[in-house]
């Protein structure tokens, strides 16, 4: 009897070399056409064997050695190959390894943003049909590796009807993933069960169970993450416990029947959350509380949420906070934002309609839009944003989140925008703001635009940093046709006019031109411009026209020519530039008479050439002599300086060289240095030196290195007189050096006097080789010094008088220096110590003194030793502000316990 064709056995073997280099013009000549070609460059050894019909395979069997790595074996068989895709298949897929080859033809099709593994071995075993597969996967690879199985059935929706899943993940570098490199190598057990899922009786669950999880060093192995799903109902579980986060995130939502969209109800509790030991905040802040809301969730980018906290707490090492009151609103969406805070201490408000990703554009065209004609800002119908900032109340703030931040008052901070008027205000009220060593008082910026008009101004009463200032400071800007109107006004105390710069800003042809008005006051002097002066900025570099200022003798003058912008300066003063910031004392902080010329190049075939000279000059009032400098740049990116004082007191001699085609950039300097009187440096170490005299000489060499930077130097400190703010002391050196090699600093009886004439005797080296990493070989020895001596201050951490012996071996490193040794308190020592977040306590049958406080990497062991007239106190404010006296009558121990 005839069978049909498609009962006809079969049986093939074929074995054959395919060069994939050369597969692409094989696969054209059957017309087969991919949708993107093969550049892969491998040599494939292929056997392929079948046995079986048209209708059912009995045999598929397919062996590849690649020379280039690439290894498959696989078999399987196949029924009723007629009714694809409702075909029943077995597929064993022996071995695999990724070569080459294998690399090159996945690429292409391969998600942009998820990472394709390089390393691929291991076996897949996959069997199914129409109805559903399951499979048995054991596969190693750079991307981790995964064991266990997978099953579906009902593959014909969307979602399959039912699936279930039990696999051990190993090594997983999740960070390849994710991009955050905190993240370390992940291992876990996924399980997941569901069934009727596109049905409303649907149900399963999935459970995550990570059993190696690091970040940021800290162990997440005992978290979990679970998810139940019944019916319309989803409800998802994280718990975590490491050592600096502790969260419970409860989510319970309906499921997404006909959108992308999850919504519901969010409870959070973080009974443990450090923000610096998970390298979120650099500053030790933690967070405790707990926070109910709802939030929603679309894959189209839309998400909303809105919370509201209880016994929300910040805390850091020394103090905590506790807002009374804390709810957040959020919405984020493709055409609008909204951000809504409210509590007791700080309150947020900002809204827009205008899409995120455009309001960057938006915002630098409209800005541009008032200082040229032909602007292309356009603004569109019904676009608003709102943003409005309050402080009512500071102390978490300063004490907390921004420890470097001491006061601030906020008594507005309000934006306003609407599109259909062209409207635009801003108003900023800052009373007071102190960080660090920057105080600002009455600061006050406002701007108020309406179309291509604007009005705006900043002003401030003054900026101080350290002994520096800046009192009466004002800059106003308003726009006219195409041009914006600028000017920086800074008053005397009588109210006279110190600086005045007005100043016209035009757009031409995508250039920034630049135009100096009448009323330019430089230091108090008077100065004319021509009425025709502008300085374009290209991209070449200023160009310059009719730019020439006088003031008496006094001139200056911008030259362009087809090569270059000249600058010539004939008996400027410095004053003119820099005498903006006074001193304390109110010494002019330079003066001297500055006349040379400078060459800016506008092409690279022409070099930076610079010659100046400034006679008699003065740094914060103290006589230099005459500086002379000369630059030039040998090459693009090369350029030498040279630098040097003559007729002084003070002598310096500076060549310095700068090279930025290579990368990283170099840099070195070589100085030859005869300083008398370093007094004039002291402002500009204001905030760590109250005094600073005396004479410095030797040369010093330093180079910019890859790692770090490179320091050779022969210094001698001579009569130099030094002040400490920290403790107030004031020490001498009277004839001491100091060496630095390739090996590090020396130092060989290093000496140190106090105010009283005792001697404090540094010795030994401290090694580095790129001053970015220290050993410490030194010993520290004194019969008697005066460590400290100031007066009571609240931002000290100790004030009074110390007096002490010291006998003290330093070794280890800068990251964990080792201290051992003696140290003996002696008569008319009167201190007081303040060790915020400390444990003070006083062991009366022992006569110990013993605190704790955080002297993190530092291994110290210290016997100290105090005379019968020692008195000394211990304050905590951390336990109360309480005070501990401590009437020492006999030998006291002071504990170390870091």
Not at 122 to 141: E, I, M, P, Q, T
Not at 274 to 296: D, R
Not at 662 to 680: T, V, W, Y
Request: glycine share 10%; hydrophobic share 40%; proline share 5%.
């Amino acid at each position: 009897m005839p069978r049909a064709p498609k009962e006809v056995p079969l049986s093939v073997r074929v074995s054959s070399s395919v060069d994939l280099a050369q597969l692409q013009g094989l696969l054209d000549q059957f017309a087969v056409v991919l949708p993107q070609p093969i550049h892969a460059n491998e040599v494939w050894n292929t056997q392929v064997a079948f046995r079986g019909t048209a209708q059912r395979a009995d045999t598929l069997r397919v062996d590849i050695i690649g020379d280039q790595g690439t290894i498959l074996h696989m078999d399987g068989d196949a029924q009723d190959l007629s009714n694809l895709p409702n075909s029943a298949f077995r597929a064993d897929v022996r071995e695999i390894a990724m070569g080459t080859g294998i690399h090159d033809i996945v690429a292409p099709y391969w998600p942009a943003d998820v990472p394709m593994p390089s390393r691929l071995t291991g076996s897949v075993h996959v069997s199914g049909s129409s109805a559903g597969a399951d499979g048995d996967l054991d596969l190693l690879s750079d991307l981790g590796d995964v064991k266990g199985t997978i099953g579906a059935t009902g593959l014909h929706a969307g979602m399959p009807d039912a699936m279930n899943a039990d696999l051990t993940i190993n090594n997983v570098p999740l960070h390849r993933f994710t991009g955050d490199t905190a993240m370390g190598l992940v291992s876990a057990k996924i399980t997941g069960e569901g069934q009727a899922l596109n049905t409303s009786d649907r149900s399963g669950s999935v459970e995550i169970l990570p059993s190696r999880l690091l970040y940021a060093g800290q162990d997440f192995s005992g978290s979990r993450i679970a998810a139940n799903i019944q019916s319309d109902s989803i409800h998802a579980e994280v718990m975590t416990n490491a050592p600096a986060f502790a969260v419970t995130l409860r989510a319970d939502g309906r499921w997404p029947v006909g959108s992308d969209t999850i919504s519901g109800a969010v409870a959070l509790r973080a009974d443990r959350l450090q923000l610096q030991a998970m390298g979120w905040y650099p500053y030790p802040v933690g967070v405790e509380g707990q926070w109910e809301g709802t939030a929603t969730f679309s894959l189209d980018g839309f998400a909303e949420f809105a919370l509201e906290g209880d016994s929300v707490l910040l805390s850091n090492n020394e103090r905590s906070f506790r807002f009374e009151e804390f709810a957040v609103q959020g919405r984020l969406a493709t055409d609008s934002t909204l951000f809504l805070l409210a509590t007791d201490a700080l309150e947020v408000e900002y809204s827009t309609n205008v899409p995120v990703d455009s309001l960057l554009p938006r915002t630098r065209e409209k800005l541009l839009s008032f200082f040229r004609e032909d602007t292309t800002f356009a603004p569109l119908t019904s676009e608003r944003m709102h943003l409005r900032v309050a402080l009512p109340k500071t102390e978490w703030l300063t004490g907390i989140v921004l420890p470097d931040l001491k006061a601030i008052e906020l008594e507005e901070f309000t934006g306003y925008y609407d599109s259909d008027a062209d409207a635009l205000r801003l108003n900023i009220d800052l009373p007071v703001l102190q960080y660090q060593d920057i105080s600002i008082s009455a600061l006050t910026l406002n701007a108020d635009a309406k179309g291509t008009a604007l009005d705006g101004g900043l002003r401030m009463d003054s900026i101080h940093y350290n002994d520096l200032h800046v009192d009466g400071l004002a800059l106003t800007a308003n726009s006219g046709p195409g041009t914006l109107k600028a000017a920086l006004r800074i008053e005397q105390d009588d109210g006279k006019p110190k600086y005045v710069v007005p100043i016209d800003f035009r757009r031409i042809d995508g250039e920034i031109a630049m135009h100096l008005a009448e009323g330019l006051v430089l230091d108090t002097s008077a100065w004319t411009v021509d009425p025709l002066n502008e300085l374009r900025f290209t991209d070449a570099g200023p160009v310059a026209e009719h730019f020439i200022l006088s003031s008496g003798e006094q001139r200056a003058e911008l030259v362009t020519t087809a090569n270059t912008t000249e600058v010539h300066l004939d008996h400027f003063n410095m004053g003119a530039l820099l005498n903006f910031v006074s001193t304390r004392d109110s010494v002019p902080m330079v003066g001297g008479v500055l006349t040379g010329e400078v060459l800016l190049p506008l092409n690279t075939s022409t070099a930076l050439r610079a010659d100046l000279r400034v006679e008699e000059l003065r740094v914060t009032g103290k006589p230099m002599g005459d500086l002379v400098v000369h630059a030039e740049g040998p090459g693009s990116d090369q350029y030498k300086v040279n630098a040097r004082l003559e007729n002084g007191t003070n002598a310096l001699d500076a060549d310095a060289r700068y090279d930025g085609g290579q990368q990283p950039p170099a840099m070195e300097a070589h100085a030859r240095i005869g300083l008398k009187d370093m007094a004039f440096l002291q402002p500009f170490a204001g905030g760590v030196l109250y005094e600073l005299g005396g004479g410095l000489n030797g040369t010093v060499d330093w180079r910019k290195l890859k790692t770090g930077h490179s320091l050779l130097g022969d210094l001698t400190f001579t009569n130099a007189i030094i002040g400490v703010k920290q403790t107030g002391a004031r020490y001498e050196l009277r004839s001491e050096r100091l060496l630095a090699d390739a090996d590090g600093l020396t130092f060989n009886n290093f000496t140190v006097l106090d105010s009283l004439g005792n001697a404090f005797v540094l010795h030994g080296q401290v090694f580095t080789t790129d001053l970015s990493s220290m050993r410490f070989d030194l010993d520290l020895h004194t019969d008697s010094f005066q460590l400290v001596n100031s007066a009571p201050s609240k931002d000290e951490l100790f004030y009074g008088d110390l007096f002490a012996a010291l006998d003290v071996r330093v070794t280890g490193t800068d990251k964990a220096p080792v201290v051992k040794g003696d140290l003996g308190i002696l008569a008319g020592t009167n201190l007081s110590v303040v060790l915020p977040g400390s444990q003070v306590k006083l062991v009366e049958s022992e006569g110990i003194v013993e605190f704790t406080t955080d002297l993190s990497g530092l291994d110290t062991t210290l016997q100290a030793t105090a005379e019968e007239r020692l008195r000394d106190s211990l304050r905590a404010p951390a336990q109360g502000g309480s005070r501990l006296a401590c009437p020492c009558g006999r030998s006291r121990r002071v504990r170390y316990r870091p």
